[in-house]
């Protein structure tokens, strides 16, 4: 989905809100990067300019990250939990997790930046983005907004980039049709792009031997060949934005399930098997998307 923004920010404080949660899912024991941390997400309020939230697995203590006089959407934690990518009128920002040092990455040459995600060594930063009179494409640049390289050329607008744990591929969306979007793959310089499945959103679990989905109204995993597809969620309602945890045990992804509740959606977290479906959020008339799930590095003994 393509959001027009304007330029202009103001940062804001940490502000904290209650919510009324459902029993928190069990503790994953941790794998890769590190101990399961805050999910990162937008949170958009009808009349109001879109924010970025960070809460956690249990759905408790949101914290406002970022404000803006226009919309703030799309977080995405680094490798290290650090530190956050968003997209704030139409350029892309970097800030540190609890919203200080809010800097501008791309400059003018970049119109309507989407989706930007970190690379592993925290060196660069890939997202979809226009310049002025090409189509929605994937770039990168240095994590300072220099060295900026464009890697598709494709008629069809690209986006949703998402890299290989090792830095090396980055899968992303290519969208077909109003309705359709295929799942490609190339390296990390642009080369050897090709088509490997069906679907949207795609996120690269931390293992590397999975890529999560947006599949129909629900959400799937997948090999990064494109074999192995399974449907993880399936309905109710519309369901999207799949992201990892980082011990690989959980899928956080947006769902408007609960719309009967006045609900305009909601997050939840499934398992890998899909047999657990847990409810995260829950705020009457507000949305709940782009979910990034911060890894938190295990420190030395």
Not at 132 to 150: E, K, P, S
Request: charged share 20%; with cysteine.
């Amino acid at each position: 989905m393509t959001r027009q923004l304007s330029v202009g920010f103001a940062l804001a404080g940490v502000a904290t809100l209650t919510t009324i949660v459902a029993p928190a899912p069990p503790k994953a024991d941790a794998a890769f990067p590190g101990a399961v941390g805050r999910i990162a997400m937008t949170l958009a309020r009808p009349g109001s300019s879109s924010e970025v939230w960070t809460v956690s697995q249990a759905g408790t203590r949101l914290r406002l990250v970022v404000r803006a006089r226009t919309d703030a959407v799309a977080p995405s934690w680094s490798s290290d939990g650090r530190r956050l990518v968003l997209v704030i009128g139409g350029a892309v920002w970097r800030v540190n997790g609890d919203g200080q040092r809010l800097t501008r990455v791309t400059g003018r040459a970049v119109v309507d930046a989407e989706s930007p995600a970190w690379s592993p060594d925290g060196k660069q930063i890939a997202f979809a983005a226009r310049t002025r009179g090409n189509n929605f494409d994937i770039y990168v640049c240095r994590a300072d907004g220099t060295g900026l390289r464009r890697l598709t050329r494709s008629p069809l607008p690209d986006e949703r980039p998402s890299w290989s744990p090792d830095g090396r591929r980055i899968v992303f969306a290519r969208a077909i049709s109003s309705r359709r979007s295929d799942v490609w793959l190339m390296t990390a310089n642009g080369s050897s792009q090709r088509a490997v499945g069906y679907g949207a959103a795609p996120d690269w679990s931390p293992d590397g031997k999975l890529i999560a989905l947006t599949l129909g109204r629900g959400i799937a995993v997948m090999r990064p060949d494109g074999t192995g597809l399974t449907r993880l969620v399936d309905g109710p309602g519309i369901a999207g934005d799949p992201a990892w945890s980082p011990d690989g045990h959980w899928i956080v992804f947006w769902s408007d399930r609960a719309s009967s509740e006045a609900t305009k959606g909601d997050l939840y977290v499934v398992t890998t098997d899909g047999e657990s479906v847990t409810r995260v959020t829950y705020e009457p008339e507000v949305w709940h998307f782009d979910p990034s799930w911060q890894p938190l590095p295990r420190r030395a003994p």
